[in-house]
């Protein structure tokens, strides 16, 4: 029996622990903690300085909670083999190309978008600054970007109603 690639088991940076999942933690402590903060606002300075305290943690249990669903490894091992059946598959292109594209779509939903727009609105205004390796233009990334934030998403939804 092989063991794991330590890599690929998103250990936690302090405890060692497999499953950390820091894009999702933090996204999710910074909406909680702005979220925090304003619900304590009514309490003056103080309030909102211990609702943003109180938030953040919440958020960051959230947000990872989200981005445990989603497992970078699995999804690059699905997208790997699937890439070249894809409708929008071009045989110019290889999965290098389209690997970017995947990562913008799961990591996107991994980080707590609810929508395919919000991603798209993000990565559309920055692919072209810097696609990451890949040749292809945002309007060919965006199909595949698409397909990995649906397959995210239909993932995470069935996850939480376990």
């Known amino acids: 029996m092989s063991t794991p690639d330590h890599k690929n088991l998103n250990l936690d940076p ?16 910074g909406g909680g903690a702005l979220a925090g903060a304003a619900a304590g606002a009514i309490g003056g300075p103080v309030g909102a300085a211990v609702g943003a305290v109180v938030g953040a943690v919440a958020g960051g249990l959230a947000g990872h909670s989200v981005a445990e669903a989603i497992n970078p490894t699995a ?11 894809e409708e929008y598959f071009r045989a110019d ?25 919000e991603v798209r ?3 559309s205004s920055r692919w072209d600054g810097g696609r990451l390796g890949s040749r292809l233009k945002w309007d ?13 998403n239909r993932h995470y939804v069935f996850n939480k109603q376990e």
């Open 14 to 29: 302090i405890t060692d622990e497999p499953g950390a999942h820091p894009v999702g933690t933090g996204v999710g402590a």
């Open 75 to 85: 999804e690059e091992a699905y997208w790997r083999g699937a890439y070249d059946q």
């Open 93 to 117: 292109y290889t999965y290098d190309d389209y690997a970017p594209a995947y990562r913008a779509g799961w990591e996107g939903r991994a980080a707590g978008r609810e929508t395919w727009e």
């Open 121 to 123: 609105n993000d990565w």
């Open 140 to 152: 060919e990334a965006e199909p595949a970007a698409k397909a990995a934030w649906e397959r995210a």
